[in-house]
């Protein structure tokens, strides 16, 4: 079955310091991965996404995942945070079927200090 | 492309009545329409899984009677809430894709308050 663990419901950085946003996954088969970001009363936003290929995925606004099948970890950086990247961030796997059908982690709120 | 949207972005309804959210697809044909319900402070949970022209496949624990959901068409889902308690205030958020995407394209959500 899929799962997905994001360590750190709340995470809190100073402007302009690194963000590290954890992901571990369980998954029967190869995963398609996903990190979203939501703003408050917003729909999700897709940051960046893993299928196959280059473990290393850049995303939007400046965010990466690196995909470490044996560490089975999937976990969210940006080298310097704005004040903008406070938002809810959502980890998730597909199904085992590739359906579009997407298993979340509990999300992790990131709050950027001035 | 790939823009998903969704009507109303927020509703409020006396308890007992039924609230209509319609999810659109507005560049591309989807195929499959996922519905999904967030509590506050909370994940994103599957609530069913539509395809066009077929009955929906509802997750365990989520009542087919109460969630109605129809996707008649290649663009078009809708989920209908019936009999509206407090306890189905949420905020619903659908996605959709097609068969040549990798992904599903959220829309902005709903926020259900029933008073």
């Known amino acids: 079955a899929q799962s997905v663990t994001q360590l750190g419901s709340h995470v809190s950085v100073s402007e302009g310091a690194l963000v590290l946003l954890r992901c571990n996954y369980s998954?029967?088969?190869?995963?398609?991965l996903f990190w979203y970001v939501q703003y408050p009363n917003q729909g999700l936003q897709l940051l960046l996404k893993?299928?196959?290929?280059?473990?290393l995925v850049k995303g939007i606004n400046g965010f990466e995942a690196e995909f470490k099948k044996s560490e089975t970890s999937f976990h969210l950086t940006k080298p310097s945070a704005h004040m903008s990247d406070a938002a809810e961030y959502f980890c998730?796997?597909?199904?085992?079927?590739?359906?579009?059908?997407?298993?979340f982690g509990q999300g992790t709120t990131l709050q950027v200090k001035p | 492309g790939a823009v998903v949207s969704q009507h109303p972005s927020w509703v409020i309804c006396k308890s007992g009545t039924s609230v209509k959210i319609e999810c659109r697809s507005l560049?591309?044909?989807?195929?499959?329409m996922f519905w999904y319900r967030q509590f506050p402070k909370q994940s994103l949970m599957l609530m069913a899984t539509?395809?066009?022209?077929?009955?929906?496949?509802?997750e365990q624990g989520v009542e087919k009677d109460k969630f109605l959901i129809n996707h008649a068409s290649l663009t078009l889902s809708t989920l209908t809430v019936t009999s509206a308690h407090p306890e189905d205030s949420s905020f619903y958020i659908c996605?959709?894709?097609?068969?040549?995407?990798?992904?599903?394209?959220f829309g902005q959500g709903t926020r259900l308050t029933v008073v």
């Open positions: 996605s959709a894709r097609n068969s040549q995407n990798t992904e599903a394209f």
């Open positions: 998954s029967s088969v190869p995963p398609y």
């Open positions: 893993y299928t196959t290929g280059a473990t």
């Open positions: 998730a796997v597909s199904d085992a079927s590739n359906t579009g059908k997407l298993i």
């Open positions: 560049d591309f044909q989807a195929t499959t």
């Open positions: 539509s395809n066009e022209g077929s009955k929906a496949t509802y």
